[in-house]
C-alpha cells in the first residue's frame, strides 16, 4: 500500500500531513489572514490546534478551522479517487461557503434575537398575575374567554371560564377576556395585578389608552377598571407560554357552560398549572 502523500508525493501521508503540512493544505491555510493562531509552520496536531483555537480565538474562528479542514481533506480524496483536485482558492471558498450555509440553516432553527419566546413566570411577591385568552368559533357556536389568576408561588387563586353569546371580532373576544380578568379580580379584593394575554393588538391598545379600535369601548372599561388598584399593568405574552388559558378558552368555547372556580380550583388544572411554572 502505497503511504506518500498522493498530492505532494514526497512525504508520509498521516492526517496531520494531508490537512495541516503538505504543501497544498498550507496554500490553503495560507489564505486565513486574520487567523488568531499560528497553523503554518508549527508542529502542533489538528486537536491541540483546535484547542488552541478555542483558548484564543472565537466560536467563529473554530467553525472555521474545521470547514477549512473538511474541505482540504475533501479535495485530497477528490484528487485520489476522482483523480480531479481543486486549487487553494476553490478550497478555501468551499470551505467559508459551507460554513455559511449551515449558519444560515441553524439560524432558521433557532429563532433570531429578540424575538425569543418568553417563558410563563410566577410574578413578583404580592402581585397577582392574571393570564387571559379568548377562542374565536371556527364555524358557528360560542366564542369563549378564559381567566386564570396565579400567586408568587404559582398557586391557582381563581379560574374563569366562560362561554359568550354571540359573535364577537377577535379584538373584542381577547378585550373582553382582559376585562372579564379585572372583574374577577376586583371580586377577590386582589391589589397588584399584572394582566397577560398573547393577543398583542389589545396589549398594545391598553398600554397606549386606544380607545378607537373596534374594541374600544372595552378596552375604555378595562383602563377605568385598572385605576382601581394599587398597581396594575397589562404586558403580552407568547400564545405558547400562555397555554392554559388558551386551551381553557377553548374548552368553554366547546361546552357553552360557564365554570368559576374561587380558591378550590380542579386538580387537573392545578396540576396543569405546576406544570407550566417549572
Ligand atoms: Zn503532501
Redesign the pocket.
Known amino acids: 500500500m502505497d503511504v506518500t ?7 508520509l ?1 498521516t492526517v496531520e ?2 490537512i495541516l ?5 498550507k496554500a490553503v491555510w495560507a489564505k486565513w489572514i486574520d487567523c488568531p493562531i499560528r497553523i503554518l509552520d508549527c508542529s502542533l496536531d489538528v486537536t491541540d490546534l483546535a484547542l488552541n483555537l478555542m483558548n484564543q480565538g472565537t466560536q467563529s474562528d473554530l467553525e472555521k478551522f474545521f470547514g477549512v479542514a473538511w474541505s482540504i481533506w475533501y479535495n485530497r480524496n477528490q484528487v485520489v479517487n476522482e483523480d480531479c483536485g481543486a486549487v487553494a482558492e476553490h478550497i478555501w471558498g468551499l470551505a467559508i461557503r459551507l460554513i455559511e450555509d449551515f449558519k444560515e440553516a441553524n439560524s432558521q432553527i433557532i429563532k433570531p434575537k429578540g424575538t425569543k419566546d418568553r417563558a410563563w413566570k410566577p410574578p413578583p411577591k404580592d402581585v397577582y398575575l392574571i393570564n387571559v385568552d379568548g377562542a374565536i368559533p371556527a364555524m358557528e357556536g360560542n366564542s369563549g374567554i378564559e381567566v386564570i389568576i396565579r400567586d408568587w408561588n404559582n398557586q391557582v387563586v381563581a379560574a374563569l371560564s366562560m362561554p359568550l353569546s354571540g359573535r364577537f371580532a377577535v379584538e373584542e373576544t381577547e378585550a373582553i377576556a382582559m376585562e372579564q380578568g379585572i372583574v374577577l379580580a376586583k371580586e377577590l379584593g386582589l391589589n397588584q395585578i399584572i394582566l397577560e394575554g398573547d393577543s398583542m393588538q389589545t396589549v398594545q391598545a391598553i398600554c397606549s389608552k386606544d380607545v378607537w379600535g373596534v374594541a374600544g369601548h372595552i378596552i375604555h372599561g378595562i383602563l377605568q377598571g385598572m385605576n382601581g388598584f394599587n398597581s396594575a399593568e397589562a404586558r403580552y405574552i407568547c400564545r405558547n407560554s400562555n397555554k392554559i388559558a388558551h386551551e381553557l378558552a377553548q374548552q368553554a368555547k366547546r361546552s357553552g357552560e360557564e365554570c368559576k372556580w374561587i380558591g378550590v380550583v380542579p386538580e387537573n388544572l392545578a396540576n396543569l398549572c405546576r406544570l407550566e411554572g417549572i
Do not use: L, M, N, Q
Open positions: 502523500c498522493p498530492i505532494c508525493k514526497k512525504d501521508e500531513h494531508a503540512r503538505c504543501v497544498s493544505a
